[in-house]
């Protein structure tokens, strides 16, 4: 409504006085658009709301037909011509709606809409729905936290004990008109649809058009709308520095348990997606993890399962030690996981291997990926397990082989009950020095049983069928890898002896 004019006439009758409403711009238009239902040019215009070609006769007919309005005509003239809609009665007495055309004598710069009412009540109504509209005096589109060609937000807050703030509810408009925000007729929301911000569109996509039309202007947006139609193009449209700098001002949304305050935190995460994008990073408190995304695993359900079940306990604690968990795109532009995290966690004062140690250590791993290899094989080939096999897990997971592996003195520190093996969460795995330095058997099936382990804890059954797994699998390899372990065990004990010879 910016450069439109409204003007308010007073008018006293015989029996009463008519208030005429006059609204004024320069737009030129020809009459169809005020008399044929669907007659429009905003259809294809982005920076128009609109585009059925309805809303200003309906709106006329609307006011005409409510008796409390006490709305006695709506008269659109442009250029030379006028149309007056009015209410009156046929030579029956039955009331009816007449449209009446005028060619004026003078014609008239821009346009102008004119609404006669005896009602000061449905005055007031008209000027105070300016508020529904962008204008330069509409407090939502004051001081805008932020702003771009596409679209802008400003954030809502209100005072809530002493100086902290919580965020509260704003509008949303879509190029310019308020419009209702929600998933159908029953959830769409006119007044307050966003949560802590008001957000508006300055341009339309004309190809693209909202999945729901629900609402009073039948362009209802869905919180999938929003993020599609006006929250990407407005970030996409940021640069480097607008990225940084709306992504600080939005701490408040990072963490994931944010995730019902729709748009404020879609447009977090959609920045952090942007700056990972551009890569582009930047440094986080050392409170804040990311949560990683499940589908960066690469496995079957149940382990799909294990593995959310192991992030949620890992999370869960980091959460109980004051702990911020965030959402998996802020991972890639600096901030730490939670695994990463938790790798940070060692249960045991750890040692710093030497380099025979380090040897051994890689000729565990290398053990384990050549026994994987076969186990694969013989899952396709179907003969591992025999017929009736038909489980989908992973015994050996690939992401338990990328694990860290440390080394802890097993008579030191809170080792109380000599462990020789374990695995934490999903972070690391810890190998006493004990069974670096034991025989090759020995370490190797320590090792193998705590990789083992992301099937479930000693106590559970799934992680004792696995185990039984794990056995028969060894078994099955022996004929034919034989040989190879056979030089694996050479290799180590010659290591062994290296590393007493330096001692």
């Given at each position: 409504?910016e450069?439109?004019?409204?003007?308010v006439t007073?008018?006293?009758g015989?029996e009463?006085?008519t208030?005429?409403?006059q609204?004024k711009?320069?737009?030129?238009?020809p009459i169809?658009?005020?008399?044929?239902?669907g007659?429009t040019t905003?259809k294809d215009d982005?920076?128009?709301?609109g585009g059925?070609?309805?809303?200003?006769?309906?709106?006329?007919?609307s006011l005409?037909?409510k008796k409390e309005?006490k709305?006695?005509?709506?008269?659109f003239?442009?250029?030379?011509?006028?149309v007056?809609?009015?209410?009156?009665r046929?030579?029956?007495?039955?009331?009816?709606l007449?449209?009446?055309?005028?060619?004026?004598?003078?014609?008239?710069?821009?346009?102008?809409?004119t609404?006669e009412?005896?009602?000061?009540?449905?005055v007031?109504?008209l000027?105070?729905?300016r508020r529904?509209?962008?204008?330069?005096?509409?407090?939502d589109?004051?001081n805008?936290t932020y702003?771009?060609?596409?679209?802008?937000?400003?954030?809502?807050e209100e005072?809530?004990?002493?100086?902290?703030?919580?965020?509260?509810?704003?509008?949303?408009?879509?190029?310019?008109q308020?419009?209702?925000?929600?998933d159908?007729?029953?959830?769409?929301?006119?007044?307050n649809g966003?949560?802590g911000?008001?957000l508006w569109?300055?341009?339309?996509d004309?190809?693209?058009?909202?999945?729901n039309i629900a609402?009073?202007?039948?362009?209802?947006l869905?919180?999938e709308?929003?993020e599609?139609?006006?929250?990407?193009p407005?970030v996409?449209?940021m640069?480097?520095e607008?990225l940084?700098?709306?992504l600080?001002?939005?701490k408040?949304?990072?963490a994931?348990?944010?995730?019902?305050?729709?748009e404020?935190?879609n447009?977090?995460?959609?920045?952090?997606?942007e700056?990972?994008t551009?890569?582009?990073?930047?440094?986080?408190?050392?409170?804040?993890v990311?949560y990683?995304h499940?589908?960066?695993?690469?496995g079957g359900?149940?382990?799909l399962?294990?593995?959310r079940?192991?992030?949620d306990?890992?999370?869960?604690?980091?959460?109980?030690d004051?702990?911020?968990?965030?959402?998996?795109?802020?991972?890639?532009?600096?901030?730490?996981?939670?695994?990463?995290?938790?790798a940070?966690?060692i249960?045991f004062p750890c040692i710093q291997p030497?380099?025979q140690q380090t040897?051994r250590?890689?000729?565990?791993h290398?053990?384990t990926?050549?026994?994987?290899d076969f186990y694969?094989?013989a899952?396709?080939n179907?003969?591992?397990f025999g017929?009736?096999?038909?489980g989908s897990?992973?015994?050996?997971?690939?992401?338990?082989?990328?694990?860290?592996v440390?080394?802890?003195d097993?008579?030191?520190?809170?080792n109380?009950e000599?462990i020789?093996g374990?695995?934490?969460?999903l972070?690391h795995?810890?190998?006493?020095?004990?069974?670096l330095?034991s025989?090759?058997?020995?370490?190797?099936?320590t090792y193998?049983?705590?990789?083992?382990?992301?099937?479930?804890?000693d106590?559970?059954?799934?992680f004792s069928?696995?185990?039984?797994d794990?056995?028969e699998l060894?078994l099955?390899?022996?004929?034919e890898f034989?040989?190879k372990?056979k030089?694996?065990?050479?290799f180590w004990?010659?290591?062994?002896?290296a590393?007493?010879?330096v001692?």
């Amino acid at each position: 409504m910016e450069g439109v004019k409204i003007a308010v006439t007073p008018m006293k009758g015989e029996e009463a006085t008519t208030y005429a409403l006059q609204v004024k711009g320069d737009a030129v238009y020809p009459i169809r658009f005020a008399e044929d239902i669907g007659a429009t040019t905003k259809k294809d215009d982005s920076a128009a709301t609109g585009g059925f070609g309805e809303g200003a006769k309906m709106a006329a007919l609307s006011l005409l037909g409510k008796k409390e309005s006490k709305v006695t005509s709506v008269t659109f003239a442009c250029d030379n011509w006028q149309v007056q809609y009015t209410k009156g009665r046929n030579t029956l007495g039955t009331e009816k709606l007449y449209k009446t055309v005028t060619r004026l004598e003078q014609p008239i710069e821009g346009n102008t809409l004119t609404i006669e009412t005896q009602a000061p009540e449905t005055v007031k109504a008209l000027l105070d729905a300016r508020r529904y509209f962008y204008h330069p005096q509409n407090p939502d589109f004051q001081n805008p936290t932020y702003e771009n060609a596409k679209g802008g937000f400003k954030l809502v807050e209100e005072p809530k004990e002493g100086n902290r703030f919580t965020p509260t509810d704003g509008n949303f408009y879509y190029v310019g008109q308020r419009q209702s925000v929600g998933d159908g007729n029953h959830n769409a929301k006119f007044d307050n649809g966003v949560r802590g911000m008001h957000l508006w569109s300055n341009k339309k996509d004309t190809e693209k058009n909202p999945t729901n039309i629900a609402g009073r202007d039948r362009t209802a947006l869905s919180h999938e709308d929003i993020e599609a139609l006006v929250l990407k193009p407005m970030v996409e449209a940021m640069t480097n520095e607008d990225l940084l700098n709306n992504l600080s001002l939005l701490k408040e949304y990072w963490a994931n348990k944010t995730q019902h305050k729709k748009e404020a935190h879609n447009l977090v995460i959609l920045i952090a997606g942007e700056m990972a994008t551009r890569k582009l990073y930047t440094t986080f408190p050392e409170t804040y993890v990311a949560y990683p995304h499940p589908t960066s695993f690469k496995g079957g359900w149940s382990e799909l399962h294990d593995y959310r079940r192991r992030l949620d306990e890992i999370a869960k604690k980091l959460d109980n030690d004051g702990f911020t968990i965030c959402d998996d795109p802020f991972h890639a532009i600096g901030m730490q996981s939670l695994l990463e995290r938790e790798a940070l966690q060692i249960t045991f004062p750890c040692i710093q291997p030497t380099q025979q140690q380090t040897i051994r250590l890689n000729l565990l791993h290398k053990v384990t990926e050549q026994l994987n290899d076969f186990y694969q094989t013989a899952r396709k080939n179907n003969y591992l397990f025999g017929t009736e096999y038909k489980g989908s897990s992973d015994l050996i997971q690939e992401h338990m082989l990328k694990l860290p592996v440390y080394i802890f003195d097993e008579h030191e520190g809170l080792n109380k009950e000599h462990i020789q093996g374990f695995v934490k969460g999903l972070s690391h795995i810890g190998l006493s020095k004990g069974q670096l330095n034991s025989a090759f058997n020995q370490a190797l099936a320590t090792y193998l049983h705590e990789i083992t382990h992301v099937h479930g804890s000693d106590e559970s059954a799934s992680f004792s069928y696995k185990l039984t797994d794990m056995l028969e699998l060894i078994l099955k390899t022996a004929p034919e890898f034989s040989e190879k372990l056979k030089q694996y065990e050479q290799f180590w004990d010659n290591s062994l002896l290296a590393e007493q010879a330096v001692a």
